[in-house]
């Protein structure tokens, strides 16, 4: 059973990898993106340490359309001139926190909604963080 998160961002670019991995290290969340030289254009797994350990997940940038048939519109979200991130993983729990600890991370530093379409709900970056060390710790 594979799972998804979205995360949307009124960015005109990607954040770069050093730029999330300083974010992170100034909000003290225990990730460290793997180098990839232009985020906004890889697809498939991502590595990422989680406290020290290798992780990772799944990312994926979609078109606006491809978000628009996802994301429910909430307020003044404007899905033509944002950056949306899907992360994807399996049953694999440390991937789950690397997904949730990157959305948060990225949330926090760019004002960023993510939404999760299982429970159908948009997520707060605390509800975030408990995810995140709720999978680390399974």
């Known amino acids: 059973m594979s799972m998804s998160l979205y995360l949307v961002l009124a960015l005109k670019t990607m954040p770069t990898t050093d730029e999330i ?11 460290v993106v793997s180098h990839v030289d232009d985020l906004s254009k890889h697809s498939g797994f991502l ?14 940038i979609l078109s606006a359309s491809e978000a628009k048939e996802i994301i429910p519109n909430k307020g003044a979200l ?12 399996g049953g694999n ?8 600890y990157t959305a948060q991370t990225l949330t926090l530093k760019y ?9 159908g709900m948009f997520l707060e970056p605390q509800q975030l963080a408990e ?4 999978f680390s710790s399974m």
């Open 131 to 134: 995810g995140a060390e709720a």
């Open 111 to 119: 004002n960023g909604v993510v939404f999760e379409p299982e429970s």
């Open 21 to 31: 991995n300083l974010s992170a290290k100034e909000l003290n969340i225990p990730i």
């Open 93 to 100: 729990f440390k991937e789950a926190s690397a997904a949730f």
């Open 78 to 89: 404007d899905l033509n001139n944002s950056i949306t991130v899907k992360f994807r993983w």
């Open 47 to 60: 590595p990422i340490q989680v406290s020290g350990n290798d992780s990772g997940v799944e990312t994926y």
